[in-house]
T-cell receptor, first 111, second 114 residues
Framework: EDQVTQSPEALRLQEGESSSLNCSYTVSGLRGLFWYRQDPGKGPEFLFT???AGEEKEKERLKATLTKKESFLHITAPKPEDSATYLCAVRATSGTYKYIFGTGTRLKVLA | EAQVTQNPRYLITVTGKKLTVTCSQN?????MSWYRQDPGLGLRQIYY???????DKGDVPEGYKVSRKEKRNFPLILESPSPNQTSLYFC?????????????FGPGTRLTVL
């Protein structure tokens, strides 16, 4: 069964304290791994797509990496405005255009 | 402005009273999808559509219906809502080919079934 697990569930960081969020997955054949950011009361907002092991993407203080079993979202020198829930999702070959989301990591960055 | 719109944004209804949540996108996207979001369970896909008149089940389709008669619209129908369908619902759309397959999400519809 295709599955996505995110850890930790929640993370509190001081402003400037770098850290990483984890997304481990088991799928029959990966057609893409996606990272989204969700602010309270809003719909998820796209961050990155990764397609193959070894691929990396960067955007401001965020960097996403991918291996055959997991993805990391690295946050460098975070700011309070980075506080949000970060969601990981996969699209598997077995499901054509089916997407499976993890339960997310709630990040709080303290000033 | 490129966007996905959902209506209504909030709805309180009673068990068994049929309802429809509308979703519309103005980006000419082929792919559209419905999700529900529940605490501790995350986002779960209900139905998706790869193009007009083409729909398929996600992970939690029971109790829901969809139709895709026009490219821009993808309504979600609850024929006989039950309390376990109380949830936050999101519609999303994306290009089917090319690009990075990013999904654009609507603002959400908070549904309460009494």
């Amino acid at each position: 069964e295709d599955q996505v697990t995110q850890s930790p569930e929640a993370l509190r960081l001081q402003e400037g304290e770098s850290s990483s969020l984890n997304c481990s997955y088991t799928v029959s054949g990966l057609r893409g791994l996606f990272w989204y950011r969700q602010d309270p009361g809003k719909g998820p907002e796209f961050l990155f797509t990764l397609y193959s092991a070894g691929e990396e993407k960067e955007k401001e203080r965020l960097k996403a990496t991918l291996t055959k079993k997991e993805s990391f979202l690295h946050i460098t020198a975070p700011k309070p405005e980075d506080s949000a829930t970060y969601l990981c999702a996969v699209r598997a070959t077995s499901g054509t255009y089916k997407y499976i989301f993890g339960t997310g990591t709630r990040l709080k960055v303290l000033a | 402005e490129a966007q996905v719109t959902q209506n209504p944004r909030y709805l309180i209804t009673v068990t068994g009273k049929k309802l429809t949540v509308t979703c519309s996108q103005n980006m000419n996207h082929e792919y559209m999808s419905w999700y529900r979001q529940d605490p501790g369970l995350g986002l779960r896909q209900i139905y998706y559509s790869m193009n007009v008149e083409v729909t398929d089940k996600g992970d939690v389709p029971e109790g829901y219906k969809v139709s895709r008669k026009e490219k821009r619209n993808f309504p979600l129908i609850l024929e006989s809502p039950s309390p376990n369908q109380t949830s936050l619902y999101f519609c999303a759309s994306s290009r089917r080919q090319g690009g990075n397959h990013e999904q654009f999400f609507g603002p959400g519809t908070r549904l309460t079934v009494l």
